[in-house]
């Protein structure tokens, strides 16, 4: 299965959603030679870890749990004649389309005419957040116990307390209950949480605390967690006995193989930067999927290689215009978490194009974007912190745009 | 398991198995003395030896003349003669000690005196517009900048595990999870009494780091030391951070510290730290997010764009600092006992040094030995960057760690063999499992399953009856 040419078409790095949605469009669409190289043992990405519905519902018309999702969807790509090398690292990229990959059988080189990084998302770990305290056992994030106990059958603690209070710290409370693992409590800095109001319920309805407005201070333990210091809203500090501590969310692009090799990489997004089409600064480069920003559901990674694979094809056929001139998007807001794309490319056929932004907190008030003082286009939000934000540029804002030539500045106005 | 071993007399016992316990068992078998050595801890190198900056010293800016001095150029001189035969890296970076503030420059040229005096004759003084050529991602308020082109980066951890794994080779012995309870000396002989057993020898040699002198108290009802530990807590960037620089960048010491370095680590990565913070406790390695926050508030204003890459790892070590400003290593004729303490920052380099000189002191009173005519050599796994790292060859069982690369094959090699990893820890430190950019995220399923029933502390335990649908 792994017999990997010295080249191909087209490569893609990562069988997640993204990855594999890519791969299946592209053969749709007649490119012949597709690959898809997955550095772990089973294709799917992180799905097959996330226990939990509802996935599938844009892509198979049903509701699955993750794992079958993901079984799903490599089904239906090697149906359509998808290649997939299993246990097969991206070491490095290179100009030119050269990867460099680790396989069981060493070193090899596969050399392709276009590339896609779809090499998604990871949670923040520990180290990251700077948190106090020494480095004993039972520290983890919600990705790593997921697939502990989905893909493993192992369980690090019995009685942890949950970090945070995205979609997937609620998806770690059934984590734990797959695995009878009992949370002590679940954590959030902010009144509410950053998820849905209303889930704030379902850790209560599992036995486990919602303690908002605390923030973590300190863990204790030398070989094991023993506990976890507090500092409540009223300024208190306050000591949590637990086994673990599960660190969920602040998702952050696995873009390391953009930022060890040769592609522009975004501050902000952490991503790679990128144009309207999902190109890279090496314009043989695409990306797609969560690779390019923290985070979105597997059905929008699904439609976004859906999309990318659209793009690779008008690449590949060179009806993509190659244009060294480009516009940037950049914004000096601290209100704006990111907006991808970056960059937005000359092209003969002009297309409306959607930005994605995000928030760093609760605002409300307009998101504006300028062409030095020109406002081109705007959009009124009130919104929360990880909500999906789209501002459309439409066609006639396009052609505005390149026929000023300016760089644009993101903008928000308001509280 | 407990072991009567009071029927074989070792020629000396090393009571702990840091970096100097390691580079001491060596030497003393390879001089042809019998040894054991005993660790407290599940693994060696689980005290002080855990958390350092990896600088191979010159020694330029240690106090002339001192037994540290000494150490160190030994010690310098002996890895560099040894490193290619036991595959031991060296990131030939240099070092700038840099001045910041016209205060600063000032002190330059005592600094180069200084050097001069230590024999480090090569390191010269640069101006701001040559530190910068150097090095141009340094911030440009730079002033001025002393070049030691000879300060080196080494691997801290397969360094004095070689040198253990040497000794064990060569017919020494380790006794891990072995804490010394009590002992006697009846003029001839030690009978110590351990966690794991009774043991005996002809002499004792103190390597334990940061208990140095309560082992002293224990065994010698007195010590001539104080172990004062000082903390030092380090960041540790991107590998992608580790393009910025070459050299190690160096702050003008003060009388307290020797300050923040920034340097690249054998393994790709750069390191910020450490803080030097005193503490009683000689084993809270807490990382704190205030003294966090700080580094990286330095770290950028040494280097700017340290400030767009994203930060991998924090961790902290303890050094066992003691109220002198030169190692404390002492015989006691009497007792047929060597003291080897308050071996701080500069351990790593001096360990060799530190070796060969206790070996002289011991050897002045002692019974001669025939030294090993041709000794053997271990093999390891090579963990730096720049080594034939194992995801290169063939037949590596595919990749676990997927940040930093660590193969299944050599995450069994270290589970297995003389001196099997005790712990996650030591695991970490024989392979730099779990120790990137994600720090686990991807691999601590798969671990979990390759390391089962090989640790005390186990990582996970299976769920019983399997996962609840």
Redesign the interface.
């Known amino acids: 299965m792994n017999n990997i040419p010295k080249s191909c078409e087209v490569a893609i790095i990562g069988s997640g959603p993204a990855g594999l949605s890519t791969a299946i469009a592209l053969k749709k669409q007649g490119i012949k030679d597709v690959w898809v190289i997955e ?1 772990f ?1 089973d294709a799917g990405g992180n799905p097959r ?1 996330c ?1 939990h519905s509802p996935f599938g519902m844009r892509e198979f018309k049903r509701v699955y749990f993750g794992p079958k999702y993901a079984k799903q969807l490599v089904k239906t790509a090697l149906k359509q004649g998808v290649k997939i090398a299993l ?1 097969t ?1 991206v ?1 490095s990229i290179e100009k030119g389309g050269l990867l460099t990959l ?1 396989t ?4 090899k080189t596969l050399n392709a005419k276009s590339v896609v990084l779809s090499t998604g998302i ?2 923040k ?4 957040r ?6 004993p ?1 039972g520290i ?2 919600a ?2 116990l997921q ?10 603690f019995e009685r942890p307390v949950i970090i945070g209070s995205e979609l997937v710290s609620f998806s770690s409370v059934a984590t734990c ?4 693992i009992k949370p002590v409590a679940m954590i959030e800095e902010n009144a509410r949480p950053t998820a849905w109001a209303f889930l704030s319920l379902y850790p209560r309805l599992q036995g486990v605390k919602f303690l908002n407005k605390t923030r973590l ?2 863990i204790i333990g ?3 967690v023993e506990a976890v210091r507090v500092e409540t809203a009223s300024g208190q500090l306050e000591t949590i006995q637990c086994d673990g501590v599960i660190f969920t969310g602040q998702f ?1 692009p ?1 873009a ?1 193989l953009a ?2 090799g040769h592609l522009d ?1 975004d ?1 902000l997004s ?1 991503g790679p930067l990128v144009d309207q089409f999902g190109r890279c600064s090496d314009t043989r480069f695409f990306a797609s999927g969560n690779v390019l920003r923290p985070v979105e559901t597997a059905a929008w990674c699904w439609q976004e290689g859906i999309d990318t694979a659209q793009h690779i094809v008008s690449s590949l056929n060179q009806t993509l215009d190659v244009n060294e001139k480009n516009i940037k998007i950049a914004t000096r807001s601290p209100v704006i978490k990111f907006c991808v794309p970056q960059r937005l490319s000359y092209t003969q056929d002009i297309k409306k194009v959607d930005l994605q932004i995000r928030l760093t907190r609760k605002a409300k008030g307009l998101l504006g974007l300028y062409a030095k003082n020109i406002k081109i286009c705007e959009k009124r939000i009130s919104g929360l912190p990880e909500r999906r934000i789209i501002m459309t540029i439409s066609v006639d804002e396009m052609k505005l745009i390149f026929s000023s030539k300016e760089n644009l500045e993101l903008r928000f106005e308001g509280s | 398991m407990k072991i009567q071993e009071t029927s074989s007399n070792y020629d000396v016992i090393i009571v702990g198995a840091g970096i100097v316990g390691c580079a001491m068992a060596r030497r003393f078998t390879l001089e042809g003395a019998s040894v054991l050595v005993l660790e407290k801890s599940t693994d060696i190198l689980d005290g002080a030896s855990k958390g350092n900056s990896a600088i191979l010293h010159t020694g330029f800016d240690a106090p002339p003349n001192s037994v540290e001095h000494g150490c160190i150029v030994e010690g310098y001189q002996e890895y560099i003669q040894i490193r290619a035969k036991l595959n031991l890296p060296l990131l030939e970076t240099g070092a700038l000690v840099t001045a910041w503030t016209h205060a600063e420059e000032n002190l330059l040229e005592g600094i180069l005196a200084k050097a001069q005096l230590n024999g480090v004759v090569d390191a010269k003084l640069l101006s701001a517009k040559q530190t910068l050529l150097l090095e141009p991602e340094l911030s440009s308020q730079v002033k001025a900048a002393i070049h030691v082109p000879r300060e080196f980066v080494i691997d801290p951890w397969t360094a004095p595990t070689v040198y253990m794994l040497q000794a064990i080779k060569n017919g020494a012995k380790l006794l891990r999870n072995a804490e010394v309870k009590s002992g006697e000396f009846n003029g001839d002989y030690w009978l110590l009494k351990t966690t794991r057993g009774s043991v005996k020898c002809s002499t004792v040699i103190n390597c334990a780091g940061l208990y140095g002198d309560k082992l002293d108290a224990l065994l010698l009802n007195k010590t001539s030391f104080e172990i004062r530990p000082r903390k030092g807590q380090f960041l540790v960037y991107d590998k992608a951070a580790s393009r910025l620089i070459k050299s190690i960048i160096l702050p003008v010491p003060n009388d307290i510290t020797k300050g923040v370095v920034v340097c690249r680590t054998a393994f790709g990565n750069v390191l910020v730290g450490p803080t030097a913070e005193e503490q009683q406790s000689r084993d809270d390695a807490s990382v704190t997010r205030d003294a966090l926050n700080a580094l990286k508030a330095k770290g950028i204003e040494i280097i700017p764009a340290l400030a767009n890459l994203p930060i991998t790892a924090t961790y902290a070590g303890i050094r066992p600092a003691t109220q002198f400003k030169d190692y404390c290593i002492e015989r006691f004729d009497d007792k047929n006992y060597i003291s080897v303490g308050g071996i701080r920052s500069t351990g790593l380099t001096g360990a060799l040094g530190i070796a060969q000189y206790v070996f002289k002191m011991y050897s002045s009173a002692s019974k001669k030995h025939q030294p090993l005519g041709s000794p053997l050599y271990p093999s390891v796994i090579p963990i730096a960057e720049s080594e034939k790292r194992d995801w290169k060859q063939k037949g590596n069982e595919g990749i676990v760690c997927h940040c930093e690369w660590v193969t299944q094959r050599e995450i069994k090699k270290a589970l297995t063999g003389v001196m099997p990893a005790g712990s996650l820890e030591g695991l970490k430190r024989r392979t730099r499992v779990t120790m990137g950019r994600c720090q686990g995220f991807y691999c601590s399923a798969q671990l979990s399953q390759l390391t089962e029933g090989y640790f005390k502390e186990p990582i996970a335990k299976p769920v019983k009856g399997g996962v609840n649908e």
């Open positions: 550095r043992g870890h226990g246990n690292t070491v680790s069981e059988e060493g070193v990871r949670e770990p520990r180290s990251v700077l948190i106090s305290g020494q480095r056992l983890m994030t990705g790593a697939s502990m106990v989905y893909l493993s059958e192992n369980k690090p209950r797959h695995a009878s201070v300190e030398k070989k094991r952050t696995e390391s930022r060890l990489i501050t952490n």
